[in-house]
Each structure stands twice: as C-alpha cells, then as structure tokens.
C-alpha cells in the first residue's frame, strides 16, 4: 500500500495531505513565489491548513526551493507541526534562474540502513501487537514505515505521550488516520484503522488507546505506522524496543 503517496494528495494541512480539505497537495510543477531568495537561519513552523505553495509564498521563495532546501521529494509531504528551513544547507542566498547554491532537484537517498539513528529522547512502545508485514525502506516512498498485520478492532495505542495534531479520513490511501505530536521534533503517524477513538487537539499517554485496527484503505487489517522526525521518515524498528 502507497501509504507516502497518498500522503501527497494533501499537502495542506496536516500534511498527510489528501485530507477531504485541507491536508496534503501535490506540489505544482514549477511553481514559485516570484523571487527565489534564501533566508539563510529563517525557518518557519507548518500549520494546520499549510500546503507547501502557500508557505512558498508567505516567504517570498520558490515552491521547488523550499522542498529542495528541506529534503522533499515527490510526493512531497509536509506535517503541522514540522519545521521548514528558508535556506539550502550551505545558507547560500538563491536568485531565480541560477543554480548556484541550488540543491539538486532529487535529494540524494539515505542508506537502506542508518547505524546511528537520531536520538529523539523518548521512550517509544510498539503501537500494536501483531506480526510484522512490511519494514521501512529509506528512500522509498511506498515504505516509510512499518505494517503490523492483526485483527479487525484490534488497540491501537500511542506510541508515546503526545498530542492529536491530526485525526481523519481526508488523506486518500491512508484510511482513517491519527498523528501524535510529540515535541516540535517528533511525530508518529497511524493509518488504516476501522475507528478513531481520539480527536485534534487531545493529549494522549504512551500506550492508550486512540483507534481500532482495520483495513480503511488497505486490503486487509493492518496499522500502518510511521515516525518522522522534522517531517521526514526514520526507520521505527531503530526505535521501538523488541517485544
């Protein structure tokens, strides 16, 4: 199951995009702001509702810069909550229509395996018991995450202590979908349940309940789950203890 593609379908608001109106969005090809200008040490938090052009936009950069300059490949992705950077990695001031200081237009992809995995200084806990069916992939957009098959109406708990930033059924592809904030850092994301049990704007502890496993969009009953930090995906099995 695409789970990152159907991210894309709203790039909106919370970023997990599709959302029935304001999530994820594709970003349009070659759209900008106008003026494609740096701001080297700037950054800026996405909101509920953000779509990547509109951010773009706000800031008087190009739309292909900013995914650029934080690591966005197609389809995209963006979650409130996630900070975006206004400057490429070296903080070299663009002008439209050169290259110069511009990244590549595909990011280079990180190993299949990362041997340090970024400390996120939280105990996080397997949100679902079940066998593994499908790992992460770094640089693959159908696996930025992991899938634990189980049974219809099965728990599916909090990772880890948190607040609701997203909770839906707008994002094509990812059925009925919860995300937890958990710092300005950390998010995790829980797609294909049959029910939510938890609404935006909840605070949550680590191991409640927030939804019942299914098969909304998926074929057949499973959570698909994900941890990013600053919005891009990190390998969960590197974080959650073994069972």
């Known amino acids: 199951m695409d789970f990152s593609r159907a991210l894309v379908l709203l790039i909106s608001t919370m970023l997990l995009g599709a959302c029935a109106t304001s999530v994820v969005r594709e970003v349009p090809a070659g ?60 903080g070299t001031n663009l002008a439209r229509g050169t290259n110069r200081g511009r990244l590549p237009p595909t990011v280079v992809k990180p190993p299949a395996s990362q041997a340090t995995p970024v400390p996120s200084g939280i105990s996080w806990r397997w949100p679902a018991d079940g066998q593994l069916i499908q790992r992460f992939a770094a640089g693959d957009a159908t696996k930025q995450g992991i899938d634990i098959g189980g049974s219809s109406g099965q728990a599916v708990r909090a990772a880890a202590d ?63 789950f994900e941890i990013r930090h600053d919005g891009k995906p990190v390998d969960p099995l590197q974080y959650l203890s073994g069972r």
């Not at 810069?65 to 206004?86: E, F």
């Open 31 to 90: 759209s900008g702001a106008g003026i494609a200008v740096s701001k080297p040490g700037q950054s800026v938090i996405v909101r509920r509702g953000d779509t990547l052009y509109a951010i773009a936009v706000r800031n008087g950069v190009e739309t292909r810069d900013l995914a650029n300059w934080n690591g966005l490949s197609p389809p995209y992705t963006i979650y409130p909550g996630q900070r975006l950077q206004l400057f490429p990695a070296g």
């Open 162 to 224: 948190g607040v609701v930033v997203y909770s839906g059924a707008g994002l094509v592809g990812y059925g009925e979908l919860v995300i937890i904030k958990h710092n300005e850092a950390w998010l995790s994301a829980y797609g294909h349940n049959r029910k939510r049990l938890v609404n935006e704007g909840q605070s949550v502890k680590s191991g409640q309940q927030i939804a019942e496993m299914g098969r909304s969009g998926a074929a057949r009953e499973m959570l698909h």
